[in-house]
Nanobody, 123 residues
Framework: VQLQAYGGGSVQAGGSLRLSCTAS????????MGWFRQAPGKEREFVAK????????YYADSVKGRFTISRDNAKNTVYLQMNSLKLEDTAVYYC?????????????????WGQGTLVTVSS
């Protein structure tokens, strides 16, 4: 499975961005999908995940109420809508696919990764 993430960019605090991640080469609807991020000097951290069918999603406390993960299995694409962005949201964002139907919170459990897209939030 190949994952291509895009949609990052620069935005002012309080603004919004939508990240997308398109999959190819596998059965997208059989994978849970996750978004992770990594800020400079920090470890990669969980942001959000959505189960394979798309019925249920989970969020890190730091983004709950501001970010929304969704997926369109017909388009082999997962999205991350990010609203009310904060300075601390600045990071490289990665999408990942997990063979486990419900997905995992740990990046170590994911099987495939996209290349990352940079989100920069400024004041």
């Amino acid at each position: 499975v190949q994952l291509q993430a895009y949609g990052g960019g620069s935005v002012q605090a309080g603004g919004s961005l939508r990240l997308s991640c398109t999959a190819s080469g596998g059965t997208f609807s059989s994978y849970a999908m996750g978004w992770f991020r990594q800020a400079p000097g920090k470890e990669r951290e969980f942001v959000a995940k959505i189960i394979a069918s798309g019925g249920t999603s989970y969020y890190a406390d730091s983004v709950k109420g501001r970010f929304t993960i969704s997926r369109d299995n017909a388009k082999n694409t997962v999205y991350l809508q990010m609203n009310s962005l904060k300075l601390e949201d600045t990071a490289v964002y990665y999408c990942a696919a997990d063979k486990y139907y419900f997905g995992s919170y740990s990046p170590n459990e994911y099987d495939y990764w996209g290349q990352g897209t940079l989100v920069t939030v400024s004041s």
